[in-house]
């Protein structure tokens, strides 16, 4: 079993709809990442957090330590948040490197 | 600030040959690492470092090597490149704040073919 596990694992939404992302973690973390990555583009940290909730325009990253699970939500969805979505975990102990989850390919139409 | 550069963008390489993946960074970050991205197999660390003359191996560490030896600069190191090698490489960096989950910063990204 994957330490971090990503659903679903590819979405396809119509424009303006409410769409959200899971991610659970079976190890110690000290910090949750969601990236997101374009077509054939690099990689773009939207958030780091440890705890609660935080927010940046239309999207809405939540977390909850006790039962090991993570959201990211997008409001209003647009053609260009089509992109895969990535939750990385920061590991509690040893080296600082992210463990992965393997992406949600997430597709908006119009 | 140009953060995180990675050269080339796309690199060909034959079965055997050996090559250099540059990476540096201008935000005087102390970490830094090297991952693969392989189709359905998300991102996996290959090296990484949490200063000069520091190097670590990662989760895939066979076939490549690395050396740090100024902050700004971490470059990977195909020794006789492999088929298996073909993947799409990505340095990143960040900062080494006490308790560790520090946002990373990476690269463009380099997208490599072994034939």
């Known amino acids: 079993k994957n330490e971090v596990e990503q659903s679903p694992q590819n979405l396809t939404a119509q424009e303006g709809e409410f769409i959200t992302i899971n991610c659970s973690y079976s190890?110690?973390?000290?910090?949750l990442h969601w990236l997101q990555q374009h077509p054939g583009g690099g990689i773009v940290s939207l958030f780091m957090?440890?705890?609660g909730k935080k927010k940046h325009g239309r999207l809405i990253a939540t977390i909850n330590i006790q039962e090991k699970h993570s959201s990211l939500h997008i409001t209003a969805s647009h053609p260009r948040d089509s992109a895969v979505y990535i939750c990385?975990?920061?590991?509690?102990?040893?080296?600082?490197?992210?463990?992965f989850g393997s992406g949600t390919r997430l597709q908006v139409q119009p | 600030n140009a953060g995180v550069t990675q050269t080339p963008k796309f690199q060909v390489l034959k079965t055997g040959q050996s090559m250099t993946l540059q990476c540096a960074q201008d935000?005087?970050?102390?970490?830094m690492s090297w991952y693969r991205q392989d189709p359905g197999m998300g991102l996996r660390l290959i090296h990484y470092?949490?200063?000069?003359?520091?190097?670590d191996q990662g989760e895939v560490p066979n076939g490549y090597n690395v050396s740090r030896s100024t902050t700004e600069d971490f470059p990977l190191r195909l020794l006789s490149a492999a088929p298996s090698q073909t993947s799409v490489y990505f340095c990143a960096s960040s900062s080494l704040l006490a308790g560790g989950g520090n946002e990373q910063f990476f690269g463009p990204g380099t997208r490599l073919t072994v034939l």
């Open positions: 190890v110690g973390i000290s910090a």
């Open positions: 935000m005087n970050h102390e970490y």
């Open positions: 957090l440890s705890s």
């Open positions: 990385a975990v920061s590991r509690d102990t040893g080296r600082r490197a992210l463990t």
């Open positions: 470092s949490v200063g000069a003359g520091i190097t």
